[in-house]
C-alpha cells in the first residue's frame, strides 16, 4: 500500500474506531463485536508501524500511556475554574432561589428555569479541543491553574481524542412526559467551536475501586480509602500506563472559554457536548421552579447507592446564560448556581473498644465501639470489623483515630486507621478463645476468615436465627423486630422460629410496654405470615450460604419443603447455581434433629409454603442474568417477572446465559456477555419482550 492510500485508510480507521469507543464507552450501545473492534484497531496499529508519519495525537492508538514523566508542568485554565457555595439543607437551598430572584429584580412567586445535575464525587478536569482534537487536560488545581495532566486523560475511554458533528445519540425518554432529561437530543445540532474548555469530571466505579483495592491488598500495598481517592491517585500517576490500567471513566458537565460558538442555555450545551461525543450524565433535569429542584434532590437522595459510583450532592444552575451573566460572580464562586450536599457518608472518630457480636450462624464478628459521629445523616457509634485477618489487615487498634464509612442502610465500617494519630498508648486487640455469649468453643474452619461459636443452644445464635426468620424477605412478619425477639426469648415464650406461631395474647400482655393494640397487631402480623411462598421459607430458614436468589432456585427445582429435605448431596449439587459447598451446608442443616423438629413444628401451626406457577412458553428455557441500575424494576422485581413466564434468573454470566438485561451503569458483567458474545437487552427491549 503506497502512503497516500495508507494515509487515507489510517484516517477512516481512526474515524470508525473513535466512533465505536463512542457507541462502547458512552452510549454503553456497541454495533459490532469486540472480536471485529480488534481487527480494526489491529490494523491501524500495523499501519502506523509500517508508516510511523501517519501517527496523529488523537489516534486510539495513542491512549496506551507513554514514558513516566518526571513531573507535571503547571498549565492556566482560558477561563477560572471557580468552586461552588454550597446548601446543606432546604432553608439554604430555597435561600439560594430567593437571593436570584431578589439580584433578577423578580417577584418572589415566580419561577425560575434551572437545571438539576448529580454531583459527582471525583477529580475536576478541563479538557481543550482546538480545531475538534483534545489538546490539552489539566487538573483544577486553585482554580485559575493546574497541572498538565493530558497523557494521563488520554487512557480514558470516554474522553473523545476528536470530536464529532452530530453523532447519534440516545433519544429515549425516561419518567414523567414533563421531565426533560439528557437524553434529549436538541433539535439543531451547533458546529464545534474553534476552540474550548470543557469542564468534567473524573471517576472511578465501585466495581473497578474494588478489583484495584484487592490487587493491592494482594500484592501487600496500601488500599485507598474510596472510590473518589482512587481516582485522584489514578489521575496523577507520573506513568501514564498505570493510569491507563485503572479503568477511569469521566462525565462532562459544562464548558468554560469558548472560541468560535456559543449557546443560549446550559441544557442546550449540555445536549451539544453528548452530540459531539462526550459522556453527559444521564441523570440531569431541566427544572421549572425551585420545587421541582426539592423533588429532584429527594428522589437521589434515596437512590444514590444505586448508581454504581458515588455522588456527594446535587448541583443545581441558573439554565439561561444570559441571567447567568446578569448574575455574575461573587469572590471564587458563581451567583447563579449552588451545590445542594447531602450528608457525608465518611467521618473520623476514636474507636474506644472493640466487643464481639455472635450471629445467626455462630458467626463471631468484631465490632468497633466509637465516639459517636453522624455519618450520612444517622449518628453512629458501632462500626463493623468483619473478622480477625481484617482487623490484621488494616492493623486497627483500641484507641486508634479512624475513618469511617457508611452506605445505605448498612452498618458502618472501619476504612482506614489514621496512624499519624497514635500516642502509643493504642491496644492490639485478640480475638477470644471462648464465646463470649455462651462461653462455648470457638472454631475457625481451615480455609476460612470468620470464627464460629459451635454451640447450637447459644442464645445469641438462637436470637438472630429468629430475627432473620421474621425479616421482610424472609417471613415478613411486621412488628416483630429485635427487640421483641429479645422480650420473647428472654421470657421464655420462644425458643425458635416456629414457636411464634403458638404465641396467645395473654402470652404478650405481661411485657413490658405491650399494650392490647400492639399485642393485637403482632399475632395479626403473625398470622398473616402463615401463608407464605417456598422461596420465603427456605431463605427464613437461614440455611448457611443459601441467600434470597438460592433459595428462589432451590423453590423452583424441588417445588416443596419435603422434596428439598430429602433431596441427597449428588442431587442438591446438580442443581444449577448450587454446587458443593451449598449442598453440603443444606444437607447438614437438615441432618440436624432440632432444624428437622422445627419444620415439623411449622406444620403443625398451619405454615404452608406455595410454589408460584411459572406460565408455561413466553420465557421457557432461557436463562437472564440483571446488571445496572433499572428504571421501571427493582432487581427482585425484574427476576421475578422473568421466573414467572418459566425463564431462570442467575446471579452471573456463563455460556449458558441467553440474554444480559444492562441498566444504567452496568459492569463487568456486561463486559463478560460480550466477551461471551450473549444477547445483551436494553431495559426497553426486556420490557418489550416480557409484555
Not at 487515507?8 to 458512552?26: D, F, K, P
Not at 496500601?222 to 485522584?232: C, L
Not at 488494616?394 to 476504612?415: C, F, L, M, S, Y
Request: proline share 4%.
Amino acid at each position: 500500500m503506497d502512503e497516500r492510500a495508507a494515509d487515507a485508510r489510517a484516517e477512516e480507521l481512526r474515524q470508525q474506531i473513535n466512533c465505536h469507543n463512542y457507541r462502547y464507552y458512552v452510549l454503553d450501545s456497541p454495533v459490532i463485536s469486540d472480536a471485529e473492534y480488534d481487527r480494526l484497531m489491529q490494523e491501524l496499529v500495523t499501519l502506523e508501524e509500517e508508516h510511523p508519519e501517519l501517527v496523529t495525537p488523537d489516534s486510539p492508538t495513542q491512549r496506551v500511556g507513554a514514558p513516566p514523566a518526571i513531573a507535571f508542568e503547571s498549565y492556566t485554565h482560558h477561563q477560572p475554574m471557580l468552586s461552588l457555595s454550597n446548601a446543606f439543607g432546604d432553608e439554604e437551598l430555597l435561600a439560594f432561589d430567593r437571593r436570584i430572584k431578589r439580584m433578577l429584580d423578580m417577584d418572589a412567586e415566580a419561577d425560575i428555569e434551572y437545571v438539576a445535575e448529580l454531583k459527582i464525587d471525583g477529580l475536576a478536569v478541563s479538557l481543550t479541543y482546538e480545531g475538534g482534537r483534545l489538546v490539552r487536560g489539566a487538573t483544577r488545581g486553585d482554580g485559575y491553574s493546574g497541572e498538565d495532566i493530558t497523557t494521563n486523560l488520554r487512557t480514558i475511554n470516554a474522553i473523545p481524542l476528536t470530536l464529532f458533528q452530530g453523532i447519534e445519540g440516545e433519544t429515549r425518554r425516561r419518567g414523567d412526559a414533563a421531565t426533560e432529561t439528557i437524553n434529549h437530543q436538541p433539535s439543531a445540532i451547533p458546529a464545534i467551536p474553534r476552540m474550548m474548555e470543557v469542564r468534567g469530571e473524573v471517576f472511578m466505579l465501585h466495581e473497578e475501586f474494588r478489583r484495584i483495592n484487592r490487587e493491592r491488598e494482594a500484592a501487600g500495598e496500601p488500599t485507598f480509602a474510596n472510590p473518589r481517592n482512587a481516582a485522584a491517585g489514578s489521575v496523577r500517576q507520573l506513568d501514564s500506563s498505570i493510569t491507563a490500567r485503572r479503568n477511569l471513566d469521566i462525565f462532562v458537565y459544562g464548558v468554560g472559554f469558548v472560541q468560535g460558538g456559543g449557546f443560549s442555555t446550559h441544557f442546550e450545551t449540555l445536549q451539544a457536548l453528548k452530540s459531539w461525543g462526550f459522556k453527559v450524565n444521564p441523570n440531569v433535569r431541566l427544572c421549572r421552579s425551585i420545587e421541582e429542584i426539592r423533588a429532584f434532590i429527594t428522589d437521589w437522595s434515596e437512590k444514590r447507592e444505586t448508581l454504581g459510583y458515588d455522588i456527594d450532592g446535587v448541583v443545581v444552575k441558573v439554565n439561561s446564560l444570559e441571567l447567568q451573566n446578569r448574575l455574575g460572580f461573587v469572590a471564587r464562586s458563581p451567583r447563579w448556581a449552588t451545590a445542594y450536599k447531602y450528608p457525608a457518608t465518611q467521618e473520623t472518630t476514636v474507636i474506644r473498644n472493640i466487643v464481639v457480636q455472635v450471629g445467626r450462624t455462630g458467626a463471631l464478628t468484631p465490632v468497633a465501639v466509637m465516639d459517636p459521629v453522624e455519618v450520612g445523616g444517622v449518628t453512629v457509634s458501632r462500626a463493623t470489623l468483619h473478622n480477625e485477618d481484617e482487623i490484621r489487615r488494616k492493623d486497627v487498634r483500641i484507641g486508634d483515630t479512624v475513618v469511617i464509612q457508611r452506605a445505605g442502610d448498612v452498618i458502618p465500617e472501619v476504612v482506614q486507621v489514621i496512624t499519624d494519630k497514635r500516642t502509643g498508648a493504642e491496644t492490639p486487640f485478640q480475638m477470644p478463645s471462648k464465646c463470649p455469649v455462651c462461653g462455648g468453643e470457638v472454631e475457625r474452619p481451615k480455609g476460612e476468615a470468620v470464627a464460629r461459636c459451635v454451640n447450637l443452644a447459644c442464645p445469641a445464635q438462637v436470637k438472630e436465627r429468629i430475627v432473620h426468620f421474621t425479616s421482610r424477605n424472609a417471613l415478613n412478619i411486621e412488628g416483630v423486630g429485635p427487640g421483641q425477639v429479645d422480650q420473647f426469648t428472654d421470657k421464655g415464650l420462644i425458643r425458635d422460629p416456629a414457636d411464634l406461631y403458638y404465641l396467645k395474647l395473654e402470652d404478650l400482655l405481661p411485657l413490658e410496654r405491650m399494650g392490647e393494640k400492639l399485642a393485637s397487631n403482632i399475632l395479626g402480623a403473625i398470622e398473616k405470615s402463615r401463608d407464605t411462598t417456598l422461596a420465603r421459607l427456605i431463605y427464613g430458614l437461614g440455611i448457611r450460604h443459601v441467600g434470597e436468589h438460592v433459595a428462589q432456585v432451590l423453590a423452583d427445582h424441588f417445588g416443596s419443603i419435603e422434596r428439598l429435605q430429602d433431596a441427597s448431596d449428588e442431587e442438591l449439587s446438580s442443581v444449577p447455581e448450587v454446587g458443593p459447598v451449598i449442598a453440603g451446608s443444606i444437607a447438614k442443616f437438615f441432618a440436624q434433629p432440632e432444624n428437622c423438629a422445627v419444620l415439623e413444628k411449622l406444620r403443625r401451626a398451619g405454615v404452608t409454603a406455595r410454589t408460584e406457577k411459572a406460565e408455561a412458553g413466553a420465557l421457557a428455557g432461557k436463562t437472564f442474568v440483571f446488571t445496572g441500575v433499572l428504571q421501571s424494576f427493582s432487581r427482585e422485581e425484574a427476576e421475578e417477572r422473568v421466573r414467572l413466564l418459566g425463564g431462570r434468573a442467575a446471579s452471573s454470566v456463563s455460556r449458558s446465559t441467553d440474554f444480559v438485561v444492562a441498566g444504567e451503569s452496568a459492569g463487568s458483567k456486561l463486559q463478560k456477555a460480550r466477551e461471551l458474545e450473549i444477547t445483551v437487552l436494553t431495559e426497553k427491549q426486556f420490557t418489550e419482550m416480557i409484555s
